[in-house]
């Protein structure tokens, strides 16, 4: 079980080092280009269910990854500026599809508008296009994301060296049944699944946030659909196990000053 704990964890480490707005891809790359269109809503629960494309559909619910009162430093030069969001309103229109994995932020205001993470290895944006079907859909483009290497040097042996150790500890193996039965006697019940969450802040360095026009906005919805996106993968933990969820309590953006051009 460690080992795949540790494979999960490694492959998030891989997913969090995507760096340019809209979500990064390699090169040119080749594009398919959809129309997707809501095909239900159900008041009830608010979930959505849209058609991506022939074959996929995805059932939309609503994330979230910040705390209500999202801080924002920037820091520049000898000074930090603070700027408050409300983290609610930042997220109101994120959305994400635990069986697929998509982690999207969704507008129909004015035409349906996707943008964000579909699969691994898919993500969608609209087409700067924005060309209109005759039932009223607007022009997506879908796009591999890059896959980048991560310890490229190191063979998976050596990353998981550890792991075997750590899987023959009756403290790390809520399999083991002496463990557990130990822990149901102290507690009148089992302990899993684990409900857990972990409070953070994410940092930005200036070339990262030049990325995004210097978009405050733009860079919060960027993370939310990220955080949103690794959420998911958190969640493929056995799920008897752990409840794990990332919650962002603030953005730090390192601003880098440009140096004065004389003419």
């Known amino acids: 079980m460690q ?3 540790i494979n999960c964890l490694m492959n998030l480490i891989a997913y969090l080092q995507l760096a340019y707005s809209p979500y990064t891809s390699s090169g040119s790359p080749a594009t398919t280009v959809v129309f997707p269109q809501i095909l239900a809503e159900r008041s009830d ?13 995805l059932s939309l619910r609503k994330a979230s990854v910040f705390q209500e009162r999202l801080e924002v430093a920037t820091l520049e030069e000898n000074r930090t500026i ?24 969704l507008t129909h205001g004015r035409g349906l508008r996707l ?3 579909l699969s691994a290895t898919e993500r969608i944006q609209p087409s700067p296009a924005s060309e209109y079907h005759p039932r009223g859909s607007i022009k997506h ?6 896959q980048r290497k991560y310890d490229g040097d190191i063979s998976s042996d050596a990353r998981l060296k550890g792991a075997d ?41 200036s070339a990262f ?3 995004f026009r210097h978009n405050k906005k733009e860079l919060v919805e960027y993370l939310a659909v990220l955080v ?36």
């Open 82 to 105: 603070f700027h408050y969001m409300n983290g609610s309103g930042m997220e109101r229109n994120l959305y994400h599809d635990p069986q697929t994995g998509a982690a999207v932020m």
């Open 228 to 263: 949103a996106f690794t959420n998911l993968k958190f969640s493929t933990f056995l799920d008897t196990t752990l409840h794990f969820q990332m919650i962002v309590t603030g953005i730090v953006i390192f601003k880098a000053m440009l140096p004065n051009v004389c003419v």
């Open 3 to 5: 080992t795949g704990l």
């Open 209 to 211: 946030f030049r990325s």
């Open 141 to 146: 483009e879908i796009m591999p994301l890059e």
């Open 165 to 205: 150790q750590y899987s023959r500890s009756t403290f790390f193996d809520p399999t083991n049944k002496t463990e557990s039965k130990i822990l149901e006697a102290r507690s009148g019940s089992s302990p899993y699944p684990v409900i857990a969450s972990c409070e953070t802040r994410i940092a930005v360095d």
């Open 45 to 57: 629960s608010g979930e959505l269910i849209v058609a991506i494309r022939s074959g996929q559909t």
């Open 115 to 117: 943008v964000g993470i």
